[in-house]
C-alpha cells in the first residue's frame, strides 16, 4: 500500500490497542484551557481523557475513534462511572487488586450504552477477571512482558520499590546513576524498545511508515528525565511500566476527588465511530463549531502533506482561538508554515508543559491556536 493510504486500510483495528490512555491528562487540559462554554473533539483511545475533560465543566465533550473495541472500553468506563464506587472502579480498571471483577461487571454491564460492546465484554470476562479493562490492551501486554519477563533479569524487585521513594532532584540523579542505569538496563532499553520489537508486540508495524530511525535514543533520555528531573513517587505511568499499578499516584480521570464530578457530567460526553474528519464535519452540519481538539498521536501516523491536510480542515472548522493539542514520538509533526495565517504556536506553553509530561516517553507537545 501507498504511504497514502489511510491508516484504518493499514493497520488492523479489531482489538483494543490501548486499554489505558498513554498521555498525561494533566498537561492536556492546561494546554486546552477548557471553559463552560467548550466543546472538545476529543480521539477517544481508551476514553480517560475524554473523561478527564469533564472535570473542567466543559459544554460538551466528543470522543472519536475509528476502532469498535477503544469505543467499548469508553463504553464500559462510563457504566463503571455511573454504576460503582470510586474503589469498585479502580478494581475493575485493574488499578486495584481484587477477586470479585467478574461481579463488578455484572453490577455495571446492564448501563454500557450499545449491545455491540456489551458482546464485546462478554467474550473478554477472562482478561477481565485476570488484569481489569485497564489491563486488556496490546500496549498493555507490551509493558507487561517487559515488567514480568525481562526486567526482573536487571534489577530486583527491592531496586524497583527504592525508585518510588520520594528523594530531592540530587538524590535521583545519585540513584539513577549508581544504582538503576546499569550496563544490562541501557542493554534491554536497546532492544526491547527497538522499533522492530515496539512493532512485534506493542504498537502496529504500519504506525511506523512515516518514521524514519528507531526510538531508542530519545526514550533513553526522556527515561533519565522521569526517573531524574521528575519524581517517579507522583508518576502512575511509569509506576504502571515498572510495577503493574499505578500505586499512590493515579492519572486524572481516576483521582478520588475527580470521580463524583466525573459521574455527574456523563451526559455530556458522547462518542462516534468514525475518522476525524468525518465527526468534525458532523458537527459543522449541526452549526457546532469546536473549541478544543485532543489529538492524541494521531499525525505520527501520516505524511506531512495528509497532517498539514488535516490540520488546515480542523482549524477551519474551529472557533477563532481554538485549542489544538497532540503529541509526537518518532515522527515530528506540527502546523507547516503554509498554514500560519490559520494556527499560531504555542511553543512556550507545550515547551514548559512537555517538561512536566508524567507520560515520558514523547519525544515533543505541540500545543497550537487558531487564529483570531
Given at each position: ?37 467548550s466543546?472538545a ?16 465543566d ?12 477503544q ?6 468506563r ?8 470510586h ?50 490492551g ?30 530531592d532532584?540530587?538524590?535521583r540523579?545519585?540513584?539513577y546513576?549508581?544504582r ?12 526491547f ?7 512485534l ?48 499516584a ?12 466525573i ?25 457546532v ?23 488546515k ?27 500560519a ?32
Amino acid at each position: 500500500m501507498s504511504d497514502a493510504t489511510p491508516i484504518e486500510e493499514r493497520a488492523a483495528f479489531d482489538r483494543i490497542r490501548y486499554a489505558q490512555c498513554w498521555e498525561d491528562a494533566d498537561i492536556l487540559l492546561e494546554a486546552l484551557n477548557l471553559g463552560p462554554d467548550s466543546v472538545a473533539v476529543s480521539i477517544a483511545s481508551a476514553g480517560d481523557n475524554s473523561f478527564a475533560m469533564l472535570t473542567r465543566d466543559v459544554a460538551r465533550v466528543i470522543a472519536v475513534d475509528l476502532s469498535r473495541p477503544q469505543l467499548a472500553c469508553l463504553d464500559l468506563r462510563q457504566a463503571a462511572y455511573r454504576s460503582l464506587d470510586h474503589g469498585e472502579f479502580l478494581e475493575l480498571y485493574g488499578a486495584r487488586a481484587s477477586d470479585r471483577r467478574l461481579g463488578l461487571y455484572a453490577a455495571c454491564r446492564a448501563a454500557m450504552r450499545e449491545d455491540v460492546h456489551r458482546a464485546f465484554w462478554d467474550q473478554a470476562t477472562d482478561e477481565l477477571e485476570k488484569r481489569g479493562f485497564g489491563g486488556a490492551g496490546k500496549f498493555e501486554r507490551y509493558f507487561r512482558i517487559f515488567r514480568t519477563r525481562l526486567l526482573p533479569l536487571v534489577h530486583s524487585r527491592r531496586t524497583i520499590e527504592a525508585l518510588f521513594e520520594s528523594r530531592d532532584h540530587a538524590a535521583r540523579e545519585r540513584f539513577y546513576e549508581e544504582r538503576w542505569n546499569t550496563l544490562r538496563w541501557r542493554l534491554l532499553f536497546q532492544v526491547f524498545f527497538s522499533r522492530p520489537v515496539m512493532g512485534l508486540l506493542g504498537r502496529d508495524k504500519a504506525f511506523f511508515d512515516h518514521v524514519e530511525g528507531g526510538p531508542v535514543a530519545h526514550l533513553i533520555a526522556r527515561t533519565r528525565h522521569a526517573l531524574v528531573e521528575l519524581e517517579p513517587a507522583n508518576n502512575p505511568y511509569l509506576s504502571w511500566i515498572l510495577r503493574g499499578t499505578f500505586g499512590d499516584a493515579m492519572p486524572l480521570a481516576l483521582r478520588e476527588e475527580h470521580y463524583e464530578t466525573i459521574r455527574s457530567r456523563l451526559d455530556r460526553l458522547e462518542w462516534r465511530l468514525a475518522p476525524l474528519e468525518e465527526a468534525v464535519d458532523a458537527l459543522g452540519a449541526e452549526g457546532v463549531r469546536p473549541s478544543a481538539y485532543n489529538l492524541s498521536d494521531i499525525f505520527e501516523y501520516m505524511t506531512p502533506e495528509t497532517s498539514a491536510g488535516l490540520l488546515k480542515r480542523l482549524a477551519e472548522a474551529a472557533t477563532p482561538g481554538a485549542r489544538l493539542a497532540y503529541w509526537n514520538m518518532m515522527a515530528p509533526r506540527a502546523r507547516p508554515d503554509a498554514l500560519a495565517h490559520l494556527l499560531i504556536p504555542r511553543n512556550e506553553i507545550a515547551a514548559q508543559l512537555h517538561h512536566q509530561d508524567k507520560a515520558f516517553f514523547y519525544s515533543a507537545f505541540v500545543v497550537e491556536e487558531t487564529a483570531p
